[in-house]
């Protein structure tokens, strides 16, 4: 097992507690929280993964797309999570 792996999911876990914090303490007021968990997403911050090549990954366009559609939902249908990835789930 590598070392420090434990960081990254960890601070995901983190933020969806944020999220979900917001989002109770916002929603009286009409704000809404959705936290957006893609996998690979070709950007230079993945550049140096080579398991999966970068046409394969989710593109930030499409990312932009999906939150652009977030927020023409009603107050009444936003979700607390929306995950996306490009890769089957196992």
């Known amino acids: 097992m590598k070392r420090h ?3 990254y999911p960890i601070s995901k876990h983190a933020l969806k507690g ?5 989002r109770n303490e916002g929603w ?7 936290a957006i968990g893609p996998s690979w997403v070709a950007t230079d911050m993945a550049a140096a993964v080579t398991a999966l090549p970068g046409e394969a990954r989710t593109q ?3 990312i932009a797309a999906l ?4 927020l023409q939902l009603p107050d009444s249908d936003v979700p607390l999570e929306l995950a996306a990835s490009c890769q089957r789930e196992s």
């Open 60 to 62: 930030a366009d499409d």
């Open 18 to 22: 944020l999220c979900q914090t917001m």
């Open 5 to 7: 792996q434990s960081a």
């Open 67 to 70: 939150t652009s559609q977030l």
């Open 28 to 34: 009286g007021q009409g704000i809404g929280v959705t």
